[in-house]
C-alpha cells in the first residue's frame, strides 16, 4: 500500500545565512543594511533564483531586530500567488504602521484596477509609515504590465535588483539542503549522477526535486540512483 | 443578533465561495506555498458567510467538561447569521511567574508586553512565512477582562482557527505559568468597528501604533518636510505649475482657489502640493493644514459610513484651513465619496479656506466624475506640470544627489538623464540604485559605475520604443513640446517634425496606423500613411532631415 503525501510542502526555514548570495551580494547587502525612511525594493528573477528566500529572510531579519529593539511595525509576508489582493489588503492599510511588507510574486495581482488600486492604497500606507515595500516579480517593473499609471510609476521608481540564480558550483550543495529540509537525503553519488545527467538549469532541477520529493514519499523509498533513474527516466 | 455582534460583523466579499476555494492555499511555487496550520476545524474556514456575515471565534473562560479534557469542539451558534464557531479551551492552573497575578488585562502595556513574549516564544516553533503573515497580524487588544485579538482578514482569521488560536493560548498559559481568565475573541475586521465595550479610547493597536490615536484625531497624512518651494527644480516644464503654488502659499485662499495641477505621473506635483502645505505651516503653525491621498479620503469616508461617524467626518474636513488632496482622479466612480466631496469642497471654498488639488490628467477628461464636481476643480488656477527637458532633468539629479550629500558630475547626471526621460519619480529612482551601488562597491559615481549600477534598467528601457517615448524624443530634438506634435497646427514648423514622429513610430513601434494616428491627437490612418511616406520622400531630398532621423532613430534604440 503507498502513502497518501497530502499537498502540504514542508516549511523550510529561510534565513540569510542559508543563502547563497553568490551573484547577489549587493542585494544581499542592501537586504541586511538597516534602513531608516520609506524604501521599496523591487526583486525580479526567474522560479527558484531566490527571491521568497530573500524576502522570507528579510522578514526574519526585521523580526528579530524589532524584537531586540521593541520598534514598533509590522512585518508582513504575502504570497500573492496564494492569496487574492482583496483578502490580504484591506486590512493592512486601514491599521498599523507597516516596518516591512514583503509581497511575494506581486505580478499576481498587478493587471487588475481593483487589485491595484489596494496596493496603491498600501503603497501610501508604507510610505506613511516610513516602512519598507520588498516585492517580488518574475520581470522587471518596467516590463510588467500595470493597470494604474499612478502606481506603475511608483513601483518602477523601486529600486530594481534581479535576483541571480544560483551558479552551478552550488547546486549539490542547495539541492542536499532543499531535499534535508523536506524530510529525505541525497547523498554524494546520487547527487553526482543527478548533475551529470539532469537538466542544465537550477530550475528544472528545482522542479524534478519536487517530483522525487513527492515520489519518495509516495513510496516511502530512500533516493538511490536505481529510485533516481526510474523516476527521471534516465536510461 | 444582539446589536453589540452586529456591529462587530464585517460584510464580506460577495463571492465567499471563491474566497475559501482559495483558503487552501497550496500554490504551484513549491516552497513559496503555506500549508494552515491546521485544518482540524474545516467547516469554520469553509463555511459560506452570508451577505453581512462575521465570523467570531471564541475561547470562553467557562470551559465545559468536554473542553476540559482538552479537546476543542466547535458550535455553530448562529450559522445562518454567519457566526461560524465558539471555540472554548481549558484553562490549566499552574505556578505563578513574572507577571505574578498582577497581570492587568486592563493595562494595554501588560497586553503589549505580553504578546511580544507569545511572538517570540512561537518565533521558532512557526515558519517565518507563519509569523509574519499570520501571527504578526494579531492585534491584541485589552477588553475588560478579555483579552481581544484581532485579525485583519479570513486567511488569517482561518489561521487561528486551525489551531494557531490554541498554539496562543497554550503559549500564554506557558509565559505566565497560569490559567488566564480571559476570553480570546478572534474577529474578522478587527479595528473597523468599536466594539460597545472596548476602552473609550483603546485603538487597534493601542501601544505599538500610537500613530492611529493620532490618526483617529488628525486625519492627515504627513507633509513630507523635504518637499519644499526651495528643493524644487524649476524649468520650462514646472515653471507656471511653481509660480501657481508659490502665489497659493503666500495669499492662501484669497487668490487661487482652488489650486490645481495636474500631469502625468511622477513629474512633481505632490511636491508642489507639499511645498504649499510646508509653506502654510511654515508662516502658521497652528493652522490646521491637512494633505491626504483621495484613496485616504474614500477610506476614512467608509470607516465613517460604517461605524456611524459620518458626522464627525465631515465636520473634520469642514474645519480645515487648508486640504490638499492628491490624485482626484481616484474619486472617478466612487459617487458617494463625490458626493462628501462635494460638499467639503463647497463648504471650504465659501470660508475661503484653500484647496489644493493634484490629477493626472485634466479634471475634465476624467470619466466617471461628476459635472458639477469637474466644473468646481477647475474654478480657480488649473495648471499643467509637464515633462521636464533634458537640462532640468539633469539638475534634478544633481540636486537630489547634494540633498544627499553626494556630489553629481554634470556628465554623469547628464548621462543618466538622457537615458531616463519618462518621469521624475523614476529618475530619482535611478538615481538612489546608483548611490547604494556606489556605497556598496565603495566606488566613485562615474559613467562607468552608472552603467555598472544601471544595466538592467537602461536595457529594459532602452527595449521599450513607445509612441510616447518617440513623441518626447522628437519634440527634445526640435525644441518643441509634446503637445505642440499633438496639437492641430499644420504650419510646416509642427508638421515635419510631426511626420517625422509618427513615421518613427511606424518603423520602430508594433501600433498600427490607427493607433500611431489616435496617439497624435486622433488622427486619421490615411495621415499617418502620409507622414511616412513623405518621410521617405524628404530623406531622399533633404540630407539634414535624413541625419536627424538617424540620430533620432539611433537615440531612440541605442
Not at chain 1, 143 to 160: C, N, V
Not at chain 2, 149 to 161: I, K
Amino acid at each position: 500500500m503507498s502513502q497518501l503525501a497530502l499537498p502540504f510542502p514542508l516549511r523550510e526555514r529561510m534565513n540569510f545565512a542559508g543563502f547563497v548570495s553568490a551573484g547577489n551580494e549587493e542585494l544581499v547587502a542592501r537586504l541586511r543594511h538597516a534602513h531608516f525612511g520609506f524604501s521599496a525594493l523591487w526583486l525580479h528573477g526567474t522560479a527558484f533564483s531566490g527571491k521568497t528566500h530573500l524576502l522570507q529572510a528579510s522578514c526574519s531579519d526585521a523580526l528579530h531586530v524589532s524584537s531586540r529593539s521593541g520598534a514598533s511595525g509590522r512585518v508582513l509576508y504575502l504570497p500573492a500567488k496564494d492569496i487574492r489582493a482583496e483578502d490580504a489588503l484591506p486590512g493592512l492599510f486601514e491599521r498599523a504602521d507597516i516596518a516591512l511588507l514583503c509581497v511575494d510574486d506581486c505580478d499576481a495581482w498587478l493587471g487588475d484596477p481593483d487589485s491595484e488600486a489596494l496596493i496603491m492604497s498600501v503603497y501610501q500606507h508604507v510610505l506613511e509609515s516610513e516602512g519598507q515595500l520588498l516585492l517580488s516579480a518574475a520581470l522587471p517593473a518596467l516590463d510588467t504590465r500595470f493597470a494604474l499609471p499612478d502606481l506603475a510609476s511608483r513601483l518602477r521608481a523601486a529600486q530594481a535588483f534581479h535576483v541571480t540564480p544560483p551558479a552551478e558550483q552550488f547546486w549539490a550543495q542547495l539541492l542536499k539542503r532543499r531535499a534535508a529540509g523536506r524530510g529525505f537525503e541525497l547523498d554524494d553519488r546520487v547527487l553526482d549522477f543527478w548533475l551529470a545527467r539532469g537538466p542544465r538549469s537550477f530550475e528544472a532541477l528545482m522542479q524534478q526535486l519536487d517530483a522525487i520529493d513527492a515520489a519518495t514519499l509516495h513510496e516511502q523509498r530512500k533516493v538511490t540512483v536505481p529510485f533516481l533513474k526510474r523516476q527521471l527516466g534516465i536510461v | 443578533m444582539d446589536s453589540k455582534n452586529k456591529r462587530w460583523r464585517r460584510r464580506e466579499h460577495d463571492d465567499n465561495d471563491s474566497s475559501s476555494k482559495e483558503l487552501a492555499g497550496h500554490g504551484a511555487g513549491g516552497s513559496t506555498a503555506r500549508p494552515p496550520l491546521r485544518t482540524d476545524n474545516p467547516g469554520a474556514s469553509t463555511q459560506p458567510l452570508s451577505e453581512t456575515g462575521a465570523l467570531r471565534h471564541q475561547l470562553n473562560r467557562e470551559p465545559s467538561q468536554e473542553q476540559r479534557s482538552g479537546s476543542i469542539s466547535d458550535t455553530s451558534a448562529d450559522a445562518a447569521a454567519g457566526i461560524s464557531a465558539v471555540r472554548r479551551h481549558a484553562m490549566n492552573t499552574a505556578p505563578a511567574n513574572e507577571y505574578g497575578d498582577s497581570l492587568d488585562l486592563s493595562d494595554a502595556a501588560c497586553i503589549e508586553l505580553l504578546w511580544q513574549q507569545v511572538v517570540g516564544t512561537l518565533a521558532e516553533e512557526l515558519g517565518s512565512a507563519d509569523l509574519t503573515t499570520y501571527l504578526q497580524s494579531g492585534q491584541p487588544v485589552p477588553d475588560g477582562d478579555n483579552l481581544l485579538l484581532l485579525v485583519p482578514n479570513r486567511y488569517v482569521l482561518d489561521w487561528f482557527a486551525g489551531g494557531g488560536l490554541e498554539l496562543v493560548q497554550r503559549t500564554i498559559d506557558r509565559i505566565l505559568g497560569r490559567s488566564l481568565a480571559c476570553v480570546a475573541l478572534v474577529e474578522v475586521g478587527g479595528d473597523q468597528a468599536s466594539p460597545d465595550n472596548a476602552p473609550a479610547q483603546s485603538p487597534a493597536r493601542p501601544l505599538r501604533h500610537g500613530r492611529d490615536e493620532r490618526a483617529d484625531q488628525d486625519r492627515s497624512a504627513k507633509l513630507n518636510p523635504d518637499f519644499t518651494f526651495d528643493s524644487f527644480v524649476e524649468g520650462k516644464s514646472n515653471e507656471m505649475a511653481r509660480a501657481a503654488a508659490f502665489r497659493v502659499a503666500e495669499s492662501a485662499g484669497r487668490g487661487y482657489n482652488p489650486l490645481l495641477l495636474y500631469g502625468g505621473v511622477g513629474l512633481g506635483k505632490t511636491h508642489l502640493m507639499h511645498a504649499v502645505g510646508n509653506a502654510l505651516r511654515a508662516r502658521n503653525p497652528e493652522a490646521k493644514i491637512v494633505y491626504l491621498h483621495s484613496q485616504r479620503f474614500v477610506q476614512d469616508m467608509v470607516r465613517a459610513l460604517r461605524t456611524g461617524t459620518m458626522a464627525e467626518f465631515t465636520a473634520y474636513f469642514r474645519s480645515v484651513d487648508a486640504l490638499l488632496i492628491d490624485d482626484i482622479q481616484f474619486f472617478a466612480n466612487k459617487l458617494r465619496s463625490q458626493e462628501e466631496f462635494f460638499h467639503v469642497f463647497n463648504a471650504l471654498i465659501e470660508r475661503d479656506k484653500q484647496m489644493v488639488l493634484t490629477c493626472d490628467r485634466y479634471p475634465r477628461e476624467i470619466e466617471g466624475l461628476e459635472e458639477r464636481l469637474k466644473s468646481r476643480f477647475v474654478w480657480g488656477l488649473t495648471t499643467e506640470v509637464e515633462r521636464p527637458d533634458l537640462e532640468t532633468r539633469a539638475a534634478i539629479l544633481i540636486n537630489k544627489a547634494a540633498s544627499h550629500g553626494v556630489t553629481l558630475d554634470t556628465d554623469v547626471a547628464f548621462y543618466i538623464a538622457e537615458r531616463i526621460r519618462t518621469n521624475v519619480r523614476e529618475l530619482e529612482g535611478a538615481l538612489t540604485r546608483v548611490m547604494a551601488n556606489a556605497s556598496f562597491s565603495g566606488s566613485k559615481i562615474t559613467v562607468e559605475q552608472v552603467q555598472r549600477a544601471l544595466r538592467d534598467l537602461f536595457v529594459t528601457h532602452e527595449r521599450h520604443v513607445t509612441i510616447d517615448g518617440i513623441q518626447r524624443s522628437v519634440a527634445e530634438f526640435f525644441n518643441l513640446k509634446v503637445s505642440d506634435l499633438l496639437s492641430p497646427k499644420r504650419n510646416r514648423a509642427l508638421a515635419r517634425p510631426r511626420q517625422i514622429a509618427m513615421a518613427l513610430s511606424k518603423e520602430l513601434t508594433k501600433h498600427s496606423l490607427p493607433e500611431i494616428g489616435d496617439a497624435f491627437g486622433g488622427r486619421d490612418h490615411t495621415t499617418v500613411m502620409h507622414a511616412c511616406r513623405k518621410v521617405v520622400q524628404l530623406r531622399e531630398e533633404l540630407p539634414e532631415l535624413d541625419d536627424a532621423y538617424c540620430k533620432l532613430k539611433a537615440s531612440l534604440t541605442a
